[in-house]
């Protein structure tokens, strides 16, 4: 894949506290790779410095092959698009549009050109009289997500955009976002805290804790073979379960968890031969309930503590050797608080992490 853009040994210092620790990234030419973490994992820093907001203390970053890394913004080739909108109040949708245009002195029918084109993307046509004020949240993320457009560049970085809209209007303008890159195929990189923004949007995603990145791979990747006990807690929703387990040397194919005595023969080890205390961690929806359960490699019975019916689906929070333990079932299974659960777990769906360093197994 062509590297469209590159951040080599990146590194962002704020006295003593480094945010970011030297961090190399290639992201590919029309990729759209989102950053994801919770707050203050430095997602949102390293997007500041890839736009130029922010200066490194050392390291470089590259577009197209050029160090931009002391680059003033409008030099790097990047359209930005923030989390607060971050229009101008007097001006008209037109004008917020065309403002960094005409301040470029872009011929007037080119800008006509751009923001028709931008506008017939957006479906904002019908706005572009109005004022700011006079637009909903989400017709406001709209015009700032055109006026990155119209600058007709490669790259477009969007910080948190959607993290101020209502759910209905996130999962809307979500799917805009998808199809917006599928139609202009421009790279785009996405910083959001919210994992279904980054598993439906992404080509890949970063995982980011503490000013690195944990992970770097496909949604299917990091969904089913995370790499760090803290991508496969952060991944999933519920969060995986994880129980505490070990591995003993004299019986290198089995972990054991309380009582139960858990096969690792069909379980695919990053690293074989692995011994010693782990956690053991299975999806709630990899566990199997009703008949499925009863041919599953390892069986427990649990007692539901509490039920949630959701419609298509019903969540059970139930507890396994003194630790919260979650599973998905179908929507129509007939269960209510204090039943017992028969519940089949098979390891080749789990994922197993050393207790030392939390990498996966």
């Known amino acids: 894949m062509q590297s469209n853009v590159s951040i080599k040994n990146l590194r962002l210092e704020y006295g003593p506290v480094a945010v970011l620790k030297d961090l190399d990234l290639d992201i590919g030419k029309g990729e759209f790779l989102v950053l994801l973490g919770s707050s203050g994992c430095g997602k949102s820093t390293l997007l500041n410095c890839i736009a130029g907001l922010l200066e490194p203390t050392d390291g470089s970053i590259f577009i197209n092959g050029q160090n931009v890394t002391w680059a003033e913004p409008s030099e790097r080739g990047i359209g930005m698009v923030f989390q607060s909108y971050a229009l101008y109040p007097q001006m008209t949708v037109e004008g917020n549009l065309t403002f960094g245009l005409r301040n470029a002195k872009v011929p007037k029918d080119e800008i006509k050109r751009r923001v028709a084109k931008a506008s017939d993307m957006l479906q904002i046509q019908p706005l572009l009289s109005r004022k700011p004020a006079a637009l909903s949240g989400g017709q406001r993320q709209r015009v700032a997500i055109?006026?990155?457009?119209?600058?007709?560049v490669d790259v477009f970085l969007f910080d948190e955009p959607l993290s101020n809209l209502d759910a209905k209007l996130r999962a809307e303008l979500r799917v805009e976002i998808k199809r917006l890159h599928q139609r202009l195929g421009n790279t785009m990189i996405y910083v959001t805290?919210?994992?279904v923004e980054a598993m439906t949007l992404a080509d890949r995603i970063a995982i980011m804790r503490g000013g690195v990145v944990l992970q770097l791979a496909a949604p299917k990747e990091i969904y089913n073979r995370p790499a760090h006990k803290y991508v496969a807690d952060f991944i999933g929703s519920p969060a995986m379960n994880f129980l505490d387990a070990v591995i003993d040397p004299r019986e290198p194919l089995i972990a054991r968890a309380g009582d139960l005595a858990i096969p690792l023969e069909h379980y695919d080890f990053e690293r074989h031969g692995h011994t010693g205390p782990v956690w053991f961690g299975?999806?709630?929806?990899?566990?199997?309930?009703?008949?499925?359960?009863n041919s599953a490699p390892v069986q427990v019975d649990l007692i539901a503590e509490l039920v949630e019916p959701m419609g298509a689906e019903t969540l059970v929070w139930s507890t396994l050797f003194g630790t919260p333990f979650k599973l998905r079932m179908d929507?129509?299974?007939?269960?209510?608080a204090g039943d017992v659960v028969r519940v089949g777990l098979d390891p080749k769906l789990a994922s197993i992490f050393d207790k030392s360093d939390e990498l996966r197994v």
């Open 146 to 152: 055109g006026r990155a457009l119209v600058r007709d």
């Open 193 to 195: 805290h919210d994992q």
């Open 282 to 293: 299975i999806r709630p929806e990899n566990l199997a309930t009703g008949d499925a359960a």
């Open 331 to 336: 929507g129509q299974a007939r269960i209510e």
